[in-house]
């Protein structure tokens, strides 16, 4: 067996043990897990157990002990899949201790953590990868294909609108993510995702941003709306848990009440907290419009409690228009299904050349989490292909940073009712690698359409 790269994990919640089966099963012949850190003693062992079963001892290392952890073992890499407010400490102590990062989105959560990533980047030279699933699901690396191909010209303007149903959606205000203390808001924690899509899609970088937002879905006035009077903190000792319909039995999933209830003695984190509760400070639903360095215009919402999940996004460009729609599958995050895989029936790829027929393309399918996504990425991360990948999916810290200066941006844009500049809340960030767009430069070969006959189509 050839030497394998040796990697140390800090944060064992529902999202790192993607990364964690990875390397113990998929990726065992090229990768080596040496590490693992959380300060929760629980979910400690049950990573351990899990390794034991694929046949490998990993040592454990409580929080304080991270930079223990670098020493003993001296890993390669280091994946960070803590809560959002303390991914710069470990991404920052990691490079600072030689070791290159991989880290979950979003890479932080305000422009100084941002700018204390940077900078340490930059003092360093070690690598720091964001992990942008959503890049690698096949549709929208279809949708990166056809803009690089020029079908719909220059983009002038993205209409772009996602949609979170009512159990993925509420989910958020159940958990850490529910102050913007820990997450940012979801301008920052959820939007980054649909941040980068749009500043890889037109590979170019947001200039300014407006943004408003509010949270008038999961409040008080709506619970009492519903009837539901004896409501507790959390869901588990809820008098009211058989009547709400945005309850979360724990010991119903298997996977959750493992990882948490059964958790909870060692550092009294609750996974299944009020989606009502008067503690709740970040917004359901939000807007935003962005300017681009290249003269794009973005308009953008995000609401929390939809009948479906997915989106709706649209590209008006100076030949056609683009028009993809996505619906994915319901679920909450460490439920022990396969998250957000893709509903056939309602996704969709249309095309509206100027002054032509328009048609429709075949969508490009996949297998696996979020649309065929999370395969991809973690072979792109832990055995990367000899021949470059023309889109470009793997992204570093540059792109990570102007992905949530969007959403730092628009949080800003919401407390003060201004416009906000992306280049007033950092410095130094040079230009993330994206794939070139094509010249619209070329003559132009349309022809007129008869109107009355497109009319009656």
């Not at 979003?106 to 003092?123: G, L, N, S």
């Not at 037109?202 to 008080?220: D, E, M, N």
């Amino acid at each position: 067996m050839t030497d394998r790269k040796k990697y140390a994990l800090v944060g064992l919640g529902a999202r790192a043990e993607m990364y964690y089966q990875a390397i113990l099963k998929l990726y065992s012949e090229d990768c080596q897990l040496v590490g693992i850190c959380d300060k929760n003693e629980g979910r400690l062992r049950l990573c351990q157990q899990e390794a034991e079963r694929a046949g490998v001892a990993v040592p454990a290392y409580r929080e304080k002990d991270f930079a223990q952890m670098i020493k003993e073992n001296s890993p390669a890499g280091v994946i960070v899949t803590t809560i959002d407010c303390f991914h710069d400490e470990y991404i920052c102590r990691a490079m600072e201790m030689g070791c290159d990062v991989i880290t979950e989105k979003p890479m932080t959560i305000d422009e100084k953590k941002c700018q204390r990533i940077i900078d340490t980047q930059k003092k360093t030279g070690r690598q720091c990868t964001v992990t942008f699933n959503y890049r690698y699901a096949p549709p929208r690396a279809q949708v990166k294909e056809l803009l690089m191909s020029g079908v719909i010209g220059n983009v002038l303007s993205v209409d772009f609108h996602w949609m979170l149903d009512q159990e993925h959606g509420a989910d958020y205000f159940r958990r850490w993510h529910r102050n913007k203390k820990n997450s940012g808001g979801l301008l920052v924690h959820k939007a980054t995702h649909h941040f980068d899509l749009v500043n890889w899609w037109l590979s170019t970088i947001p200039v300014s941003v407006f943004a408003l937002g509010q949270r008038k879905f999961y409040t008080r006035q709506t619970a009492e709306r519903l009837g539901l009077k004896k409501r507790a903190d959390r869901c588990h000792d809820c008098p009211e848990i058989l009547n709400c319909p945005f309850s979360l039995d724990l010991t119903s999933f298997q996977s959750l009440n493992r990882l948490y209830l059964q958790n909870e003695k060692y550092d009294g984190y609750f996974r299944d907290r009020c989606v009502f509760s008067e503690k709740i400070d970040i917004e359901d639903t939000m807007v935003a419009t962005v300017d681009y360095q290249s003269g794009a215009k973005l308009s953008y919402s995000l609401n929390t409690f939809m009948p479906w999940e997915g989106y709706v996004v649209t590209f008006n460009g100076s030949r056609g228009r683009l028009e993809h729609k996505c619906e994915e599958q319901v679920y909450i995050s460490g439920d022990g299904t396969v998250p957000g895989q893709l509903k056939k029936e309602g996704t969709w790829i249309k095309i509206y050349p100027l002054l032509e027929s328009p048609y429709e393309v075949a969508v490009w399918g996949g297998e696996g989490g979020h649309g065929g996504a999370d395969p991809l990425m973690l072979q792109d991360i832990f055995q990367p292909p000899d021949e470059p990948d023309k889109f470009m999916r793997r992204a570093d810290f540059r792109a990570g940073a102007y992905s949530i200066l969007c959403g730092i941006a628009a949080n800003y844009s919401i407390e003060s009712g201004k416009l906000i500049k992306i280049e007033k809340l950092i410095h130094d960030l040079d230009l993330p690698d994206y794939p070139p767009m094509p010249s619209d430069e070329a003559p132009m070969t349309m022809t007129k359409r008869d109107s009355k006959s497109w009319l009656h189509k």
